[in-house]
C-alpha cells in the first residue's frame, strides 16, 4: 500500500485570471471581516465570562464598536520616536501584516463552488500546490521579523525586549507546531491542503464512519493548539507584549493606525492558524458528524458555512484560554516547549511513522507484535507510576539543606560583562545569606553597607 495520492491539482490553474482574482478578493474580505468579529466576538465572550455587558451600543449587539474602534485610532494623532529609525519603524507593521493575509490565500474555504452569474465552477480557494502547508508555515514564520524590527526601531529597551523575546518565542514554538503537522503528512501522503481535506473525507476503519486527524491523531492536535496559541503570542503566553514588565511590549512607541496594525494582526494570524487547524485536523469544510451522514450536506456553498463554525470553535479556545488562565514566567514557558513539547513530539512522530510502515509492510498482523507491544506498555505504565523516586530524594534533601550551603560563588563581570548565575551558582553578595529573620553580620555585609556603618560610628 503506497502512502503517496497522486496529485491532481490542475483545476486550480484552469480559472480565468478574474476568477482568481475574486477569489483572492473574497477571501480578503472574509479575513477582514472576519478580524473586525473576532475582535467583538472576544470582547462579549470575556464579558460573559466575568459577568459584565461588554459592547452594545454601536449597532446591534455592539456589532459596529471594532469599526468605532478603526475610526478612532484612525483619528489618532500618530507620533515617531525621536530615536528610531525611521524608515524600519514605518515598514514594520506591514512585515507583520502582510504574512497573516497572505497564508490564507491556500486554505480551502469550500469544494467546487458556482461563480455567481455564470456558468463557471471552481473550488473555493484561491490556490493550491503541493507543498502548501509548507508554505504556510513559512509564511507565517515572516511575520516575527515584523516584530523583531518594530522592537529594534523603536530606540526603546523595552520594545527591544519584547522582540526578542517573540523571536526566541517563536523559534521555540514553531519546531513543536512542525513536528505536530508531519503526523498529518505521514496519513495523508501529501502536503496539499485540498487533498488533506479530501483524505479526511474518505471512510475510516471505524465503523466506516469518516474520522478527522483530530481522532485519529489526537497526540498531534493537542500540541498543535498549544502550539498555535505560543505562536500567536496570546494569552497565557503573551510573554513580548506582558504589560507588567515591558509596558507594552513591542508595540510601546506605535500609535494610531500603525498601532492598529499590530493589533489586527494579532487576530489575523489567530484565524490563519485557527483555519490551518480546521484544514488539518478538522476536516476543513465538511460537515461533522452526523451531519457528515445527509449527503450533499456540505457540497457548494454550505462547505463555507461550515468552515466558519469550526473556525469559530477555535477562536472561542484562544478567548477561554485568556478569560482562564494567568500569563506564565518566561522561563516556564521556554522549559515546557523545549523540554516537554518537542520531545513529545519527536516520540510521537517517531512512533507515526513505524506504525505507517508496519501497515505497509504488514508487521501488525502476527501474535508476536501484540504481545510486544503489551510487554513495552506494561513496562511504560510501571516507569510512569513507580519512577522518579530519586527525584523526590534529592528533593527533599536540597530543601532541608541550610542556606547558603552547597552554593558556589562566581564573579558575574569575569567574562568583561556582566551574565546572570546558573545552575548551582549565586552572586558573592547573596552566597551566605541566612535565612528566618536574622540580620546579616558585618563581615557578611555589602561593601557599600560596611563602609555606611563604619562612617556612622
Do not use: C
Request: proline share 6%; hydrophobic share 55%; charged share 15%.
Amino acid at each position: 500500500m503506497s502512502l503517496l495520492i497522486p496529485m491532481d491539482l490542475d483545476v486550480f490553474f484552469q480559472d480565468p485570471w478574474w476568477v482568481v482574482a475574486l477569489k483572492a478578493l473574497f477571501a480578503f474580505v472574509v479575513l477582514l471581516l472576519l478580524t473586525l468579529f473576532t475582535i467583538w466576538y472576544e470582547r462579549r465572550v470575556l464579558a460573559f465570562m466575568q459577568q459584565r455587558i461588554g459592547p452594545n451600543m454601536n449597532g446591534p449587539f455592539g456589532l459596529l464598536q471594532s469599526l468605532a474602534d478603526g475610526m478612532k485610532l484612525m483619528f489618532k494623532e500618530d507620533f515617531t520616536p525621536t530615536a528610531a529609525d525611521k524608515i524600519v519603524f514605518m515598514l514594520a507593521p506591514f512585515v507583520v501584516s502582510i504574512p497573516a493575509i497572505t497564508a490564507f490565500a491556500v486554505i480551502p474555504m469550500a469544494g467546487i463552488v458556482r461563480v455567481p452569474f455564470t456558468d463557471i465552477t471552481t473550488p473555493l480557494q484561491v490556490t493550491d500546490f503541493p507543498v502548501s502547508v509548507l508554505f504556510i508555515v513559512a509564511v507565517a514564520s515572516i511575520g516575527v521579523y515584523g516584530i523583531v524590527l518594530a522592537g529594534w526601531s523603536s530606540g526603546s529597551t523595552y520594545s527591544l525586549l519584547g522582540a526578542l523575546r517573540s523571536s526566541a518565542q517563536v523559534i521555540s514554538y514553531e519546531v513543536a507546531m512542525g513536528l505536530a503537522l508531519v503526523a498529518v503528512f505521514l496519513y495523508a501522503g501529501s502536503l496539499s491542503t485540498s487533498e488533506i481535506v479530501a483524505k479526511q473525507a474518505e471512510p475510516a476503519t471505524v465503523f466506516g464512519v469518516p474520522l478527522w486527524f483530530a481522532v485519529q491523531l489526537m497526540p498531534s492536535f493537542i500540541i498543535y493548539l498549544i502550539s498555535m496559541v505560543g505562536e500567536t503570542n496570546r494569552a497565557p503566553f503573551d510573554l513580548p507584549e506582558a504589560e507588567g514588565e515591558l509596558v507594552g511590549g513591542f508595540h510601546t512607541e506605535y500609535s494610531s493606525m500603525r498601532f492598529a496594525m499590530f493589533f489586527m494582526a494579532e487576530y489575523m494570524n489567530m484565524i490563519t492558524v485557527s483555519a490551518l487547524a480546521t484544514t488539518l485536523f478538522l476536516g476543513g469544510f465538511h460537515a461533522p458528524l452526523p451531519f457528515n451522514l445527509l449527503p450533499g450536506v456540505d457540497s457548494g456553498y454550505w462547505g463555507f458555512l461550515w468552515f466558519l463554525l469550526k473556525v469559530l470553535v477555535l477562536l472561542f479556545i484562544f478567548i477561554w484560554l485568556r478569560g482562564t488562565l494567568p500569563r506564565l514566567r518566561y522561563d516556564q514557558f521556554m522549559r515546557f516547549g523545549w523540554r516537554w513539547l518537542i520531545p513529545i513530539s519527536l516520540v510521537w512522530t517517531l512512533m507515526i511513522a513505524i506504525v505507517r510502515l508496519g501497515q505497509r509492510e504488514g508487521w501488525f498482523t502476527g501474535r508476536g507484535f501484540w504481545l510486544g507491544a503489551a510487554v513495552v506498555f506494561a513496562v511504560l505504565v510501571g516507569l510512569a507510576f513507580f519512577g522518579g523516586g530519586k527525584e523526590e530524594e534529592e528533593r527533599a534533601k536540597e530543601a532541608e539543606r541550610p542556606a547558603g550551603e552547597g552554593v558556589r560563588e562566581f564573579d558575574a563581570f569575569a567574562g568583561g560583562y556582566p551574565v546572570p548565575p546558573m545552575g548551582d551558582q549565586v552572586l558573592p553578595e547573596f552566597a551566605q545569606v541566612l535565612s528566618g529573620e536574622e540580620d546579616l553580620a558585618p563581615d557578611r555585609l555589602p561593601e557599600k553597607e560596611r563602609t555606611k556603618e563604619g562612617s556612622e560610628a
